[in-house]
């Protein structure tokens, strides 16, 4: 069974990969409106964590759904995202490690592009309360 990354190693791939999202000349937009990005990244560090079976304290609430749906994300954008976040991974992590998140990244991006892209695709929105 292959072994998930360290809580160091998530951290460190989450670091190099917004450095490549924030030159991005797609994916940069998405990404503009977050004002602390040391927060931002530990957040997605501690989703990465806890998604591959680590433990916190106080775990993080997020709303992916929620986060994502009001960005106008395309299918191409997806495409690029994960593409990037693969290379990431391949240069970052060992070969076993990288395959396991990457993994990871695909079920998650199944239900993002189900739920967020095809439904904007259709014209459905979602409401404020």
Do not use: C
Not at 70 to 98: M, R, V, Y
Not at 115 to 121: G, Y
Request: hydrophobic letters at 40%.
């Amino acid at each position: 069974m292959s072994s998930p990354p360290s809580y160091e190693e998530i951290h460190n791939v989450i670091h190099a990969f917004y450095e490549k999202l924030m030159q991005h000349p797609d994916l940069a937009h998405f990404f503009k409106h977050i004002e602390d990005f040391a927060e931002h990244e530990k957040r997605i560090t501690d989703f990465w964590w806890i998604s591959m079976g680590g433990k916190l304290e106080q775990p993080p609430k997020i709303d992916m759904i929620g986060k994502h749906f009001p960005l106008g994300i395309k299918q191409q954008d997806l495409e690029t995202w994960l593409a990037l976040f693969s290379e990431t991974l391949e240069q970052q992590l060992a070969e076993e490690k990288a395959l396991y998140w990457m993994d990871k990244v695909m079920k998650i991006a199944a239900r993002l592009k189900q739920i967020v892209i095809d439904n904007q695709a259709m014209g459905v929105q979602i409401k404020k309360k």
